[in-house]
T-cell receptor, first 112, second 115 residues
Framework: SQQGEEDPQALSIQEGENATMNCSYK?????LQWYRQNSGRGLVHLIL?????REKHSGRLRVTLDTSKKSSSLLITASRAADTASYFC????????????FGAGTTVTVRA | GAGVSQSPSNKVTEKGKDVELRCDPI?????LYWYRQSLGQGLEFLIY????????KSGLPSDRFSAERTGGSVSTLTIQRTQQEDSAVYLC?????????????FGNGTRLTVT
C-alpha cells in the first residue's frame, strides 16, 4: 500500500515561478526522500530529510518536514523548463527500514 | 557501468508467455530492489535483495513472479504465464547498503506490455 500521497496531482507554472508540492503519510517514519522522474526514465534521488530535521536545502530545492502533521513539502524556486517532471515522496518506516513507500507523484509542467 | 542498467527497455508479449527482465546494478551496491509502476501510479514494492538473498518477498503479487540475484550483482525478475494486468513499467534500483535513508539509484525500467 502507498504510504505517501502527493498533492496536487498536477501543477502547471510559468518559468521563473516557484513550485510547491506536498506529501502526507500515515505512519511514523525514519526518513523522507524526494525523487524526480522525467518521462520514460527512472527516478532520480533529490534530497533526504530525517525525522529529527525540520528543513533542508539543496540548490533551488527546499524541503520541510512536520512530523506532528505527518507531512512534507518540496519547494522548487525559480523553476526552469528542465524541472518539468513528476516528483515523488518516499518514506521508510520504523518496521521496514529497507522498504521505501512511494506516493503517486505530482506532475509538474514548467511553461517557457 | 555508470548507472543501473535494465534490459530489455521494452517488451511486448502474448498473454500466457513467460518473460525475464534483467537488472545490472551499480558495481559495489549490495542492495537491489524491484518496483512496479503502473500508468499514472506510484511505485509498488516487489522484492529486495541483500547480496544474493531476498529477506522479503512479500511484495510479489503472485506465485507467477519470482526473482533471483547471482554473484551479488545481476538480478532477474521472471513472470510466468503473463496476464494483461502484469502490464507496467518494472523498475530496478540499487543502493550501496541496506540502511535507513540510503538513496536508491534507479534504472530506466522495462516497459512490459501483455497483449
Amino acid at each position: 500500500s502507498q504510504q505517501g500521497e502527493e498533492d496536487p496531482q498536477a501543477l502547471s507554472i510559468q518559468e521563473g515561478e516557484n513550485a510547491t508540492m506536498n506529501c502526507s503519510y500515515k505512519t511514523s517514519i525514519n526518513n523522507l526522500q524526494w525523487y524526480r522522474q522525467n518521462s520514460g526514465r527512472g527516478l532520480v534521488h533529490l534530497i533526504l530529510i530525517r525525522s529529527n530535521e525540520r528543513e533542508k536545502h539543496s540548490g533551488r530545492l527546499r524541503v520541510t518536514l512536520d512530523t506532528s502533521k505527518k507531512s512534507s513539502s518540496l519547494l522548487i524556486t525559480a523553476s526552469r523548463a528542465a524541472d518539468t517532471a513528476s516528483y515523488f515522496c518516499a518514506t521508510d518506516s520504523h518496521s521496514n527500514d529497507y522498504k521505501l513507500s512511494f506516493g503517486a507523484g505530482t506532475t509538474v509542467t514548467v511553461r517557457a | 557501468g555508470a548507472g543501473v542498467s535494465q534490459s530489455p527497455s521494452n517488451k511486448v508479449t502474448e498473454k500466457g508467455k513467460d518473460v525475464e527482465l534483467r537488472c545490472d546494478p551499480i558495481s559495489g551496491h549490495t542492495a537491489l530492489y524491484w518496483y512496479r509502476q503502473s500508468l499514472g501510479q506510484g511505485l509498488e514494492f516487489l522484492i529486495y535483495f541483500q547480496g544474493n538473498s531476498a529477506p522479503d518477498k512479500s511484495g510479489l503479487p503472485s506465485d507467477r513472479f519470482s526473482a533471483e540475484r547471482t554473484g551479488g550483482s545481476v538480478s532477474t525478475l521472471t513472470i510466468q504465464r503473463t496476464q494483461q494486468e502484469d502490464s507496467a513499467v518494472y523498475l530496478c534500483a540499487s543502493s550501496l547498503v541496506v540502511l535507513q535513508g540510503s538513496p536508491l539509484h534507479f534504472g530506466n525500467g522495462t516497459r512490459l506490455t501483455v497483449t
